[in-house]
Every structure is written in structure tokens, then in C-alpha cells.
């Protein structure tokens, strides 16, 4: 059983395009994040979520909107997509706010 | 702004031999301290993690030290093997909010056979 999975794996898509990407979790956890990775492996927060109210909401532009359902869902939807947005985006949960952190397999964004 | 720093930024070690990453950060407030594990092209793992109250932490090959009055902590391989190669974070918690973690730039370690 995949304990934080995302969807999908890769997406190759043109700019001014919009896209989500959608994060899942099966371990009962109260916080989920979205990170973003960028070609030179820096980990970026982005935005988390405890118990579905938003807690970090990072310096990202407005073209990016997280929406969390409930507890065990956390999706990522990006307007007008930039070549700049390129990266891999890590979706994440935890039982307590930023401790042991476990992270889906990741979304390969590829921007044209 | 708080600051974390990781060295080296790459660490070549010959298999069997042991490796040491050093983090130092600038909260003195901070109370946590994780390490992950990044292998190329998979996720982020956690594989230690240890409590401001605690100065040593060990799980078989792995060991965590932290020296609180310094402000740094580093992560301890031995015996170091071919699937120890990867990317390793330190990510102490910030001390205010206690909502985030301040993520180092990542050491490249390599295993040489």
C-alpha cells in the first residue's frame, strides 16, 4: 500500500497551459505540504496544511492554489503555466507539523 | 532570516570507510533535527531525527550528534555501502512558529567501490 501517493508521475504540458496535480494519503495524518525541487535539488515548502486550514503559505505566485478536501487530500492546480515552473513537485504528510515528514514519489513538471 | 548550511556539499568516501555531514544552522530556538535521505530519482526518506534534549542518537550504521552551544549537528555512516550513495538534508524546525523547517542544500555523498 503506497502511504502518499501522487498523481501523475509526469506531466509534459505547453506554457499558458493549466494543470493540477493531486496528492493522497493513507497514513491518518493531520498535515500535508507540497514542496517544490528544482534542478539543483533545492527543497522548497510551499504551502501545508493541518487538519485542512492552511498553515505555510510560502512566497509562490498566486498562479498556484492548493486545495485540501479533507485531511487526506491535497491537491496542487497551477494556472498559466511558465517555463519557470519546470521542477519536480513533492507532495507530503505528517502526523505532527514538520516531524517525520514522508513524501509521495513526486511529479515531474516539464513546461514547453 | 534563519540559515542552514550543510558540508561538504560532496563527500566521496571509499566503501567501508565512515562519512560524516556536518549542518550548522542559526535558530537557537530550534528543537528538532532530521536528516533525509534522498536516492536519484526517488523521494526524500527520513532516517534519523533527534530532540534538542538528546545529544546522540544511533540506529545501527546511522548516528546522529548535536552540539547545541555550537549550533550544529551532523550525521555519522559506517561502514559506509554502494546504497548509501545519495543526496542527505538536514532540516532543522524553526524555533518560533514551529509550522516549518529550514532545509539545507543537500551533500552529495558518494561510495566508491
Known amino acids: 500500500d503506497t502511504a502518499v501517493s501522487q498523481t501523475p508521475k509526469y506531466l509534459v504540458t505547453q506554457m499558458g497551459n493549466d494543470k493540477s496535480i493531486k496528492c493522497e494519503q493513507n497514513?491518518?495524518?493531520?498535515?500535508m505540504y507540497w514542496y517544490k525541487q528544482d534542478s539543483k535539488k533545492f527543497l522548497k515548502i510551499m504551502f501545508s496544511y493541518n487538519n485542512k486550514e492552511l498553515i505555510i503559505n510560502e512566497t509562490v505566485p498566486n498562479r498556484f492554489s492548493p486545495k485540501s478536501p479533507d485531511k487526506a487530500h491535497l491537491n496542487l492546480h497551477i494556472n498559466s503555466l511558465e517555463l519557470g515552473d519546470s521542477a519536480v513537485y513533492f507532495c507530503?504528510?505528517?502526523?505532527?507539523?514538520?516531524?517525520?515528514?514522508?513524501f509521495g514519489s513526486g511529479t515531474q513538471l516539464s513546461v514547453l | 532570516g534563519e540559515n542552514v548550511e550543510q558540508h561538504p556539499s560532496t563527500l566521496s568516501v571509499q566503501e567501508g570507510d565512515s562519512a560524516v555531514i556536518k549542518c550548522t544552522y542559526s535558530d537557537s530556538a530550534s528543537n528538532y533535527f532530521p536528516w533525509y535521505k534522498q536516492e536519484l530519482g526517488k523521494r526524500p526518506q527520513l532516517i534519523i531525527d533527534i530532540r534538542s534534549n538528546v545529544g546522540e542518537k544511533k540506529d545501527q550504521r546511522i548516528a546522529v550528534t548535536l552540539n547545541k552551544t555550537a549550533k550544529h549537528f551532523s550525521l555519522h555512516i559506517t561502514e559506509t555501502q554502494p546504497e548509501d550513495s545519495a543526496v542527505y538534508f538536514c532540516?532543522?524546525?524553526?524555533?518560533?512558529?514551529?509550522?516549518?523547517?529550514?532545509w539545507g542544500a543537500g551533500t552529495k555523498l558518494i561510495i566508491k567501490p
Open positions: 507530503a504528510s505528517s502526523l505532527q507539523v514538520a516531524e517525520k515528514l514522508f
Open positions: 497514513l491518518g495524518h493531520d498535515t
Open positions: 532540516a532543522p524546525k524553526k524555533g518560533d512558529s514551529n509550522y516549518q523547517l529550514i
